[in-house]
């Protein structure tokens, strides 16, 4: 008896990890694809038109999918450089506070503004300076909650904890990572969560963007659900439902997908 279970906890264990092979072979290849998509060229007016087409729904559901990830990584890179630098030092706080403040009071249109150029010199010719906008347009909906949300939980470790780094004697990277950053993670993952459904909010004014007086839609979620609002519907078709239970389908698996595997890895970590 005991060698059955034993057996079958052993073939378990080869399934589960054939398919998580499975699963990042997979999204390497979609990111390979997406990627080189993203680096197509550009002509500096205009793109190929979207199709409203729900057999496109994949791929774009993929390009919007690699800007939000993109954009959450460099997001939690500047909250986590930045929210330390405010904790630890004085001197830095006094300007990364005001600064941070007054950027998140900066409208997302305000930014779009005076960064297109700079995207569009960056990469001359190319999808992605439009891309670097638009992912940059997802970096402003979320950094600047993520990293105040960071400071603050870094600023109330509770002493005794701090005292026991001391104890074992931890050097600054390891009570940052093994005490603070713990300590603030959870106030950070429900930060992070609610900034990117502000991040959901920006997709449609991040993907149909203005280029030399006329507009330009990348693919993507959110031009598609831009320009089936502009185009308008007078029926419900049965190709308008499989398009609603696609961007819903795909919706619900990101969030899934990179919301439950987080715990998950934290534990694994602790």
């Known amino acids: 008896m005991h060698a059955l279970t034993k057996h079958r906890s052993k073939t378990t264990s080869v399934l589960n990890d054939m398919v998580v092979c499975f699963i990042l072979v ?33 791929y774009y559901t993929l390009r919007t999918t690699m800007r939000l990830v993109i954009g959450l990584f460099y997001s939690l890179l500047f909250s986590i450089v930045f929210a330390v630098l405010a904790a630890k030092y004085a001197p830095m706080r006094r300007v990364i506070l005001p600064l941070v403040n007054f950027m998140e009071s900066v409208p997302l249109v305000g930014f779009l ?17 439009l891309e670097g ?7 402003t909906a979320q950094a600047w909650n993520m990293m105040l949300t960071l400071y603050q939980t870094l600023r109330v470790v509770p002493n005794e904890l701090a005292e026991a780094t001391e104890a074992f004697r931890y050097n600054p990277w390891q ?7 713990i300590y603030s993670f959870p106030g950070l993952l429900w930060n992070t969560m609610v900034s990117q459904s502000a991040a959901w909010f920006a997709l449609i004014a991040s993907e149909m963007l203005t280029v030399g007086g ?22 419900a078709s049965s ?4 398009r609603l239970s696609l961007i819903s389908s795909s919706l619900t698996n990101y969030c899934s997908a990179l919301w439950s595997a987080t715990p998950i890895s934290l534990s694994t970590r602790m």
């Open 133 to 139: 906008l638009a992912i940059f347009a997802v970096f």
């Open 239 to 242: 190709g308008e439902y499989w």
């Open 113 to 129: 503004t005076f960064t297109t150029a700079f995207f569009l010199g960056l990469y001359p010719h190319s999808v992605m300076g």
């Open 26 to 58: 997979a999204s390497i290849a979609l990111f390979i694809y997406g990627w080189q998509g993203m680096h197509s060229a550009f002509n500096g007016r205009d793109l190929p038109a979207l199709s409203l087409d729900y057999h496109f729904l994949p």
């Open 175 to 181: 009570k940052f990572w093994r005490l603070g950053f």
């Open 214 to 235: 006329g507009s330009t839609n990348l693919p993507g979620v959110g031009s598609y659900i831009g320009i089936a609002l502009q185009e308008g519907s007078p029926s």
